[in-house]
């Protein structure tokens, strides 16, 4: 059996999830795996059987390969797809696609017509609550969407910095921002205010939140704030006609949506692994087993840019129009 030889750039926390599944695949084999932290790279390597690299550049230019992983923080993302790109080789990205809009914009300008198949790690597209509730809202659209991500900083040395991270609405609420087009269509308008860090250094503000008007007329609000001690709440509430739909993530693998009815209020968990699921369906997209990955380059883009909108909203003032089919 022909086995698909890959490699990941970055082999941090998001990394050994995606090697983890990677690695329990009979058909894949892990060649490669660089960091810029020598010893990291060295670590997983070894864990993994395959060589080690300190620079993605180098990897890309010399290992033989069937497609890449690309799980670096949001400020190390354009040349790493550019080399892919320049080599025809698929890869799988972690959202945030890039620190800004114009960063992701040049690399799917890249990619437009080279039919190289990407996927994004918007992970809860892979999950069967979210599937189940887009099942509950055919013939029956979104009205109000409503989320929240209220959590700690998380502890990554680079997450506090805006230059880094791009902030927690570019870097984290993304999610929520990519599960409220998925199930209720893509967004006009957005207007947004945030809450200065009082700490210079750590620039990232410590809440924020932002005011969605969808194509679709249905009117929305996304909450952002980082200063718990642990993980509060993150979820996204659906109000449809005679219908309230909640889907939240307690943990990567802990899920839960919540259907309430005129019949009462019905809980449904999952417990799916859905890092393994996206993983998976990429995998069988290269094998030729199945037609296209759920969530390519080109769909991402526009969740990236609506979080990226709320970002430039709350900092500039001012209420931001996305253009013709929610990219702007
Ligand atoms: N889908 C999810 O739910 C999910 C969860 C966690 C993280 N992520 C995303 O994955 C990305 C990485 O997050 P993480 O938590 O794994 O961070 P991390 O800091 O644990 O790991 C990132 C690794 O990348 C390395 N690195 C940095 N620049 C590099 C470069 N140019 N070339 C090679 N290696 C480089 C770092 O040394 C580090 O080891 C972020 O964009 C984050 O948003 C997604």
Redesign the pocket.
Known sequence: MRRLRVAC?????????HLQALSQMGDVEIVAV????PE??EEVATRYGARPH???ATLLATEELDAVWL??????HG??EAAAIARGLPFFV???LALDLPTAQGIADQLAGTGLTTAV???WRHLDVVERAVELLAGRPAQLVTGYWWDKT?R????PRRAY?GGQVI??T??LFDLARHLAGDVDTVTAAERAAADGAEDVPTAASSLLRFASGAVGSVSSARVLAGRHRVALHVVADGLVLEVSERG?TDHELLVGTERGTEVLRSEQDP?AAEDREFVDVLLGRTARTRVPYEEALRSHALACAADRSAREGTRVHLGEGGRR
Do not use: M
């Open positions: 750039v970055g082999t941090g926390f998001i990394a050994g999830k660089a960091d810029t932290q990291r790279a300190t620079d993605g799980c670096v923080p949001p400020f190390a040349a790493l972690e959202k945030p790690g918007y992970h998380p990554v040395p680079w997450w991270s870097e984290q993304t999610h990567l890092i």
